[in-house]
């Protein structure tokens, strides 16, 4: 086993499996968010949110998912700083073959700007509904029960600072692009793949992508232009 | 019909005098080469001229020049063996380039392939992956009769796609993590599909993959450009099998 752990396909199945898992986490969490779009009046967003604020499921998986995220960062960081010492003297005329925005060659980077991005986002909401408290989610709900009124907060913050609506917009494209490779890499890397499976992999792992890409650009740039 | 004739083109070529000395690029500019020659015949003209003008010749590794033996390297132009693809250096031809064009070679650029001088690198290291593990258990005494062994045609052909590998390098020398997976790769998946391959199967790719680790390749992020550089088009598909063998044997452990 411990060679297993050392060995950088053992690494790389640790990145596979997490990065699904991340995927996984990634579809409830733009589902949920597309409720902010379906129902202006808030309502649905909120019941949902308090269902993921209070179900004991999501609490278990809470430290699961944080556990999922500090793997596969720094596991990209271990293979990567191993990828790099491989070649210790670069080709001076470069690399013509692959485009240079290619996700493929440049997950680790496209990773490193979503993780600045995560971290702007968890003091966005997680640290204002979690730890400070924000007088925005104490307007009432209108739910009936008492609960936090999350859409007010997620709605002033895209409708009142466009700036903010141009970074999450730019986030979801980035995340798109990491998933376009992740999610075919992933299958490939645990060996659940050959050559007609690359195709279909190919593709869905584009969709996917484009699906994500799409859907969480999509709740700033609709409070943009209906509010 | 008459091939054209290039009336002039520099060549920008990486200079090192032996592992330890540090190299630089250096530009030579050649007269009258006719886009029939080959990249490698050019390279000879190259040194000839080189020789006559009483300079040390470019050091590069050739063969059998007809893109079987797996000897000649050289990125050309950011490109593993030049411009085009599914040729080696060798099959490369002048064609592919224009008068008066600026030619960049470089050796390959991976650290388990030290240089040994110039564009010539030491690519012991893929010998030592194969040691490790690219072998099968063989009867002594008489020679069985092939048709007694029966393999499927699909099987067969791709485990003769797999063995196409000549072991140049391009891979690794392509790869921007300078991983050796799809020469590792093609090297299990000639033996994986294959009765005689399965005596070793249990042990060959933890076995090949760790001593891949040992000297310092790369690990794969799945790019494809290795399949792309090789020039015998070897499927990243082999890889997922690769994958599969080791956690087969890693779990069976």
Same mark, same amino acid.
């Given at each position: ?17 997490t ?11 733009l ?9 202006? *009046?808030?309502? &649905?967003?909120?019941?949902?949110? =308090? ?6 499921? %999501? !609490? /278990? ?18 293979l ?5 010492k ?25 990773? *490193?700007m979503? &993780?600045?991005?995560?971290?702007? =986002? ?6 204002? %509904? !979690? /730890? ?32 903010y ?12 692009l ?20 690359m ?29 | ?73 050289l ?5 593993a063996?030049?411009?085009?693809s ?6 490369l ?40 593990g ?12 092939g ?34 997976m ?32 040992e ?39």
């Open positions: 086993m411990s060679s297993f752990l050392s060995a950088t396909l053992g690494r790389k199945v640790f990145m596979s499996v990065g699904l898992f991340l995927i996984l986490f990634l579809s409830l969490h589902t949920i968010n597309l409720f902010l779009i379906f129902d202006d *009046s808030g309502n &649905l967003f909120n019941q949902a949110a =308090h269902f993921m604020a209070t179900n004991p499921m %999501i !609490k /278990i998986m809470e430290p699961i998912l944080a556990l999922g995220f500090i793997i596969h960062i720094i596991w990209a960081a271990m990567t700083w191993t990828n790099m491989a070649r210790p003297q670069k080709y001076a005329s470069g690399d013509q073959l692959l485009a240079w925005w290619a996700p493929s060659k440049n997950m680790f980077i496209l990773g *490193s979503i &993780l600045a991005f995560l971290v702007l =986002h968890i003091f966005n909401f997680w640290v204002k %509904i !979690k /730890i400070t408290g924000d007088p925005l989610l104490d307007h009432p709900a209108g739910t009936g029960i008492e609960m936090h009124n999350t859409y007010n907060l997620v709605s002033n913050l895209f409708i009142n600072y466009p700036v609506d141009l970074i999450y917009v730019i986030a979801g494209l980035l995340v798109g990491h998933i376009s490779h992740g999610f075919w890499s992933a299958f490939q890397t645990i060996g659940l793949n050959n050559i007609n499976w195709k279909r992999l190919k593709c869905l792992a584009n969709m996917i992508g484009i699906i994500f890409a799409i859907g969480f650009a999509a709740i700033p740039i609709y409070f943009l232009l209906k509010f | 019909m008459a091939d054209k004739i290039l009336s002039k083109i520099h060549v920008k070529v990486w200079r090192q005098n032996n592992p330890k000395a540090k190299g630089k690029f250096e530009t030579y500019t050649i007269e009258n080469i006719s886009q029939g020659n080959s990249f490698l015949e050019m390279m000879d003209i190259l040194n000839d001229q080189l020789i006559r003008e009483g300079k040390d010749p470019v050091a590069f590794d050739h063969d059998c020049r007809e893109g079987i033996c797996g000897m000649c390297s990125y050309i132009n950011g490109h063996h030049g411009p085009d599914q040729v080696t250096t060798c099959q031809h002048m064609r592919k380039f224009n008068d008066g064009q600026t030619i960049t070679v470089e050796p390959w650029r991976v650290g388990a392939f030290p240089v040994i001088k110039d564009v010539m690198v030491d690519r012991t290291a893929f010998e030592k992956i194969q040691q490790a690219g072998f099968v258990s063989v009867n002594t005494g008489g020679v069985p009769d048709n007694t062994i029966p393999i499927s045609q699909i099987d067969a052909e791709e485990a003769m796609d797999a063995a196409a590998c000549i072991g140049c390098g391009a891979c690794a020398a392509t790869c921007k993590n300078s991983s050796a799809l020469f590792l790769a093609a090297k299990v998946s000639q033996f994986a599909k294959l009765p005689q391959g399965q005596v070793e199967a249990k042990t060959r790719a933890k076995s090949m993959y760790a001593k891949m680790d000297l310092g390749f790369g690990a794969c992020s799945n790019t494809g450009a290795c399949e792309l550089a090789c020039p015998k088009s070897i499927s990243i598909a082999h890889i997922a099998r690769l994958n599969r063998e080791y956690l087969k044997a890693k779990m069976a452990d």
